[in-house]
């Protein structure tokens, strides 16, 4: 996987070390299935009310607690989540592949 492509998955600032790790572990691109942090933001625009996004993203109890804050917020959480759920998505997507080198 070239650095653009591994950028727009876990963020620019971890793209040195997870090469890295990919030239030591040939086979760690096989172990890892990255979430596309574009679905993740179009889920997020618009089905983030009910907070879909966070299914996608694998978390069940984020879930229910960010449909239960946007209940309880009338809406204005899911507004505050939209950049976040991108963020969230590449941060995971890192801690996948320091999980599998483990």
């Not at 809406?75 to 995971?92: C, H």
Request: glycine share 6%.
């Amino acid at each position: 996987m070239d650095a653009n492509t591994l950028a727009k998955y876990i963020g620019k600032e971890h793209v040195e070390e997870v090469q890295t790790l990919m030239e030591n572990d040939s086979q760690l691109q096989n172990k890892v299935s990255f979430k596309n942090p574009v679905v993740a933001l179009v889920l997020s625009i618009f089905l983030g009310i009910i907070g879909i996004d966070r299914l996608y993203q694998g978390g069940v109890s984020v879930f229910a607690c960010k449909l239960l804050l946007c209940l309880l917020t009338f809406g204005v959480w899911w507004i505050a989540d939209l950049g976040y759920s991108v963020i969230m998505t590449k941060e995971t997507n890192y801690k996948k592949i320091i999980a599998a080198t483990a």
